[in-house]
C-alpha cells in the first residue's frame, strides 16, 4: 500500500491533513473516511493515550483494496479547539469526503466512525450520497444522556486536575460535577467548551431514520461509554439494510478485556492491539459493499 499526505481545504479558510492510504493495484478505488472522536489526531492518538485505530483500520482496508482517508481534528494541538462546535467538526468531515471523492485515485466512498466520530459519519450520511456506514460504539441518545449515562462510571482520575482539586474542596463524587458540567453546558455556559455545550443537545435519532445506505453498527458489551443496548434503536430506525453486532467482552477503546469494565483500566488497554476481529470484521463488511461498485 501507499500513503499519501493530504491536505483539505476548509470552505471559511484553513484546512486539515491527513494520511491517505492507497491499496496496491491500479485504481480506482473505492474509499472510505475515517472519523474518531475528541481531540486526537489522525491516528485516534491523544496526549492520554494512543488509541491506534488509524493504522490497523487503515492497514485492514488496504488489505482488501479500499482506499481511506483520515485527518487529524482541528485544534488538536492549539487553543482552536475549545472555539469548534459540534457541528463544525461536521463540516470539517463533510470537506474532507468531498475532497476524498473527488480524487482520480477513488471510485465510491464509505464511512466510519467510532464514538463522536460515528456521530459525525452518521449525519454525513443522512445528507449526503455514500455507499455504506459503519458505526462504532455510535450512541442513538442524546449527548446529554450519553453523559449522565455513562457518569456511574466515572471517578475522580477521569476528570482533570483542576476539576479533581475542585471536587476535594467542595466535596463532590465525579458524578454530581459531571452532572453540574452537562447542566452549565445545556444552559449554555460560555466556560464550558463549545462542542460540549451543542453536543448536550444532538440527538442522533432523526439521522439514523433518514439514512438509505447499508448501515453495520458494532458495539461491545463491555462498553461503558456509550450503551451496547442503542445497537436495539439503531436497527428499529434505520429503515434499509441493518447489521447490528453486539461483541463480547469489547470494550469502548474496541480491545478485548475478560474483566469487569472499568474506566481505571483505560491506560491498560490502550496497551493492547485494536482487536483484530472487529477489523477483519469491518473491513470485510466493507469490502463487500464497496469493491463491486468499481469492477
Known sequence: MREIEMAVDLPGGGG?????????????????????????DRDGNRRAGALGLGPAVAGGLAARGIASYRYDRTGTTDARWRAMGFYDHR????????????????RGVGLLGHSEGALHALGLAART????LVLLSCPARSGKRVFLDSARHWTPADLPRRSRLLLRVLRRTAQEQITREVAHAEAGDPRVDRLLREFVHHDPCADLAAVRVPVLALTGEKDITVDPDDLAVIADLVAGEVSVRRVPDLTHLLRLDPGVPSREDFRRQLAEPVDPGVVAEVTGWLAQRLVERVR
Open 91 to 106: 463540516e470539517v468531515a463533510s470537506a474532507a469526503l468531498a475532497s476524498l471523492a473527488a480524487r482520480p485515485e477513488v
Open 16 to 40: 486539515v491533513t491527513g494520511t491517505l492510504v492507497l491499496p496496491d493495484g491500479d485504481g480506482p478505488h473505492p474509499a472510505v473516511l475515517l472519523l474518531w472522536a475528541g481531540r486526537v
Open 129 to 132: 450520497e455514500v455507499d455504506a
